[in-house]
């Protein structure tokens, strides 16, 4: 067996090593770990190497993955250079005339079913600024004897043709006459000035859903009925 020369390619083992046409056996037994082979180099570790490239090659890919994830999040996350500028009110905002009710006026409310049909009375009062619907008036209403406030109607309003809620409070108690007729008398007001077809809805559907929690939409307008208190709300709808 010839020594091979320093520099040449051996078998993992150390036993053979590469002459430029095939594998010839070493001169001497393969040196213990740790040591080169006969030659002075160490043998070439294919696995290993092979082994490496492949981690290395996930490491890149995962560090490519985890940037390209980083750079989309913080594409989602950081504002637009304009976002001092509000974006579009969408089409359903109640803003302009769409948010007051259709048709309903003072003179609907307060002068027709207040007082010329029921013979209530009524007097403005400062509005609530912290109510859950913002107006510049209100106006309440009740019958004249009524001390405790058993029943009474409040309007909220910006001017005398802009009506932004209508409210009948009823405390008499739950399936009584006087909470039904308030409550199925307001649907029929608010909806009157849009014809006797809409009015007639409005006014059944209250009559029947006074004592609960529930609200529909009738002519654009919102009726809410609630228990606690007990009440018919009307607003425009959104």
């Not at 996930?58 to 390209?68: E, N, P, R, W």
């Not at 003072?106 to 027709?112: A, F, G, P, T």
Request: charged residues 20%; aromatic residues 6%; contains cysteine.
């Amino acid at each position: 067996m010839t020594a091979p020369p320093p520099g040449q390619h051996y078998t993992p083992d150390g036993r053979f090593w590469w002459d430029g046409a095939g594998w010839r056996p070493v001169a001497a037994a393969p040196p213990g770990p740790g040591f080169p082979p006969p030659g002075g180099a160490l043998p070439r570790r294919p696995a290993k190497a092979g082994f490496v490239l492949a981690l290395a090659g996930t490491l890149v890919a995962a560090a490519l993955c985890g940037g390209l994830a980083g750079g989309i999040g913080g594409a989602a996350s950081t504002e637009p250079p304009d976002s001092d500028t509000p974006p579009a009110l969408a089409a359903e905002f109640p803003s302009g005339e769409r948010q007051y009710m259709t048709g309903v006026t003072l003179d609907v409310v307060v002068e027709d079913w207040m007082k010329k049909s029921n013979s209530w009375t009524c007097a403005e009062k400062d509005a609530d600024p912290d109510g859950y619907v913002q107006v510049k008036k209100m106006t309440e209403c009740g019958l004249p004897d009524d001390e405790d406030r058993d029943t009474f109607v409040t309007v909220g309003y910006d001017a005398a043709d802009k009506i932004k809620m209508v409210e009948a409070t009823c405390r008499v108690g739950l399936k009584t006459n006087a909470c039904t007729t308030l409550a199925s008398t307001l649907a029929d007001a608010v909806l009157s000035p849009q014809g006797d077809e809409l009015r007639g809805q409005a006014g059944k559907w209250a009559k029947e859903n006074v004592d609960s929690e529930r609200a529909t939409t009738i002519g654009g307008i919102r009726l809410t009925a609630s228990l606690d208190p007990h009440r018919m709300t009307a607003t425009p709808a959104v």
